[in-house]
């Protein structure tokens, strides 16, 4: 059975490269919060992207202490559950 896992510690964050459209720093934030999530399913035991409705997704986002993802977040969740298998 497996456990869910949260840190207690925040990873030590590195500035952001400066010059970008503001377009890629939400891209590139969207990408790094569906990734945290896809983790945290992963860890609770959600395999297949049909475990994974936006109640959950959004559900384990409060547990990790993660601002509430949007749908379109939750939507690259699912992706990266389904291609990461």
């Known amino acids: 059975m497996a456990v869910a896992v949260f840190p207690t510690e925040s990873l030590v964050k590195k500035p952001l490269p400066a010059g970008k459209p503001r ?5 590139h934030n969207r990408r790094l919060k569906a990734m945290r999530l896809a983790i945290a399913l992963l860890d609770t035991g959600v395999y297949r992207p049909d475990q994974a409705p936006n109640r959950k997704i959004r559900s384990t986002a409060a547990l990790a202490g993660i601002h509430p993802p949007s749908d379109a977040t939750c939507r690259m969740v699912r992706v990266l559950i389904r291609f990461g298998r």
């Not at 377009?23 to 891209?27: A, G, N």
């Open 23 to 27: 377009d890629w720093y939400v891209s």
